[in-house]
């Protein structure tokens, strides 16, 4: 029994990517003898014929995300400590602080 060559219009088994599911399709596109398109005849999605090839199902994309975050966070220097808070204000608070002591005495003293 030999294979006879795929005709536009056969209905044969692929893999659905919007499905993701083995399922029936018709054959829409020939390259030469080789089957090129199909559609689903469940979703009637058009697609390359993928010689009825399940993909393997890939790690879960958030773990490997997360991974490559931490690996790039882990490969990055640390930031620099923040600059010291400027005294300026702290130093002018206290002044005007004195300022008013000085005033208050003063005005006890008088
Ligand atoms: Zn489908």
């Not at 005849?41 to 993928?50: G, L």
């Not at 220097?77 to 003063?106: C, N, S, T, Y």
Request: with cysteine; charged share 35%.
């Amino acid at each position: 029994m030999s294979e006879r060559a795929p005709r536009l219009g056969d209905v044969i088994d692929d893999y659905c990517p919007r499905c993701r599911l083995l399922l029936n399709h018709d054959v829409t596109s020939l390259f030469g003898e080789a089957v090129a398109k199909v559609t689903c005849r469940t979703c009637h999605n058009a697609h390359d014929y993928r010689h009825a090839e399940v993909p393997t199902r890939r790690k879960s994309p958030t773990s490997d995300k997360k991974k490559l975050l931490e690996q790039v966070l882990s490969s990055m220097p640390k930031p620099p400590e923040p600059p010291p808070a400027p005294p300026a204000f702290d130093r002018k608070k206290r002044d005007l602080w004195a300022e008013v002591e000085r005033i208050k005495g003063q005005k006890k003293s008088s």
